[in-house]
């Protein structure tokens, strides 16, 4: 945790770290109290028994929330983090009250499993260094095979479910995310009634980290406009399922 303002709790996409993925949005974000969780197998974080389900993310997010007295939260999650963010809220409503979900994954299609598969090929070697020196070199290609597996299982997301996710929610997709075509960020509209969708022009999957000058303004302010839902949210969690 860094930082103090309302809490907000931030996840990073798959094989990579919070520190890594928000690097550019980070200083832009000081007016709150940062929460910045690292997944299972990823970074320095523990398997606990090589458990790299969604459901387990969402028991490990709950725990560290009760252990710091949050009881409620903003959540700013990218990639494989904004399926969990999903999740969460879905699972924990009244701990969730707003989401900022950048390159957001509504369902597992062909066109994203065959491209996730392109990246054991081409994923830069740099992506060990995040996991080092907890895990061996190649780490991540393990990891992303659990991930992938696990998206196959329960990472699609029905319309009727979507539309349970009552806080506000703001989407951001580059409009040449190589995983992600735009028809995804219009079936994510067209389910999902607390939605707002912005869309970055020239801008790929870490739409993020490519395009901070457009990005850093729309997170900020969304997430200032929504502080006010959080207010007064310390105290220990009740308990949720996952």
């Known amino acids: 945790m860094a930082g103090h303002g309302p809490p907000l709790v931030l996840l990073h996409g798959s094989t990579t770290v919070n520190q890594f993925d928000w690097q550019r949005q980070l200083p832009e974000l000081h007016e709150f109290q940062r929460i910045m969780i690292t997944f299972r197998g990823h970074g320095t974080s523990g398997t606990n028994g090589h458990d790299l389900r969604c459901e387990r993310f969402i028991d490990d997010i709950l725990a560290v929330l009760d252990h710091h007295g949050l009881r409620r939260v903003l959540v700013l999650a990218f ?54 020196p907890r895990y061996a ?36 997709q580059g409009d040449r995310d190589p995983f992600l075509p735009l028809s995804e960020a219009a079936y994510s509209i067209e389910s999902w009634s607390a939605a707002k969708l912005f869309v970055v022009p020239g801008a790929g999957h870490a739409v993020q980290r490519q395009q901070p000058g457009l990005v850093n303004p729309v997170l900020v302010n969304f997430l200032a406009e929504h502080r006010e839902r959080v207010a007064g949210g310390s105290g220990a969690l009740g308990c949720h399922g996952a």
């Open 79 to 132: 990639s494989h983090g904004t399926m969990v963010a999903t999740r969460l809220a879905l699972v924990a409503p009244d701990v969730v009250k707003a989401l900022g979900l950048v390159s957001f994954i509504p369902r597992v299609t062909p066109h994203l499993e065959q491209r996730m598969l392109t990246v054991f090929d081409s994923w830069p070697t740099w992506v060990d260094q995040l996991h080092t």
């Open 137 to 172: 070199p190649g780490h991540w290609r393990e990891l992303m095979r659990a991930l992938l597996e696990d998206r196959r299982r329960s990472g699609s997301f029905l319309p009727e479910e979507l539309d349970r996710v009552r806080c506000p929610v703001l989407l951001v």
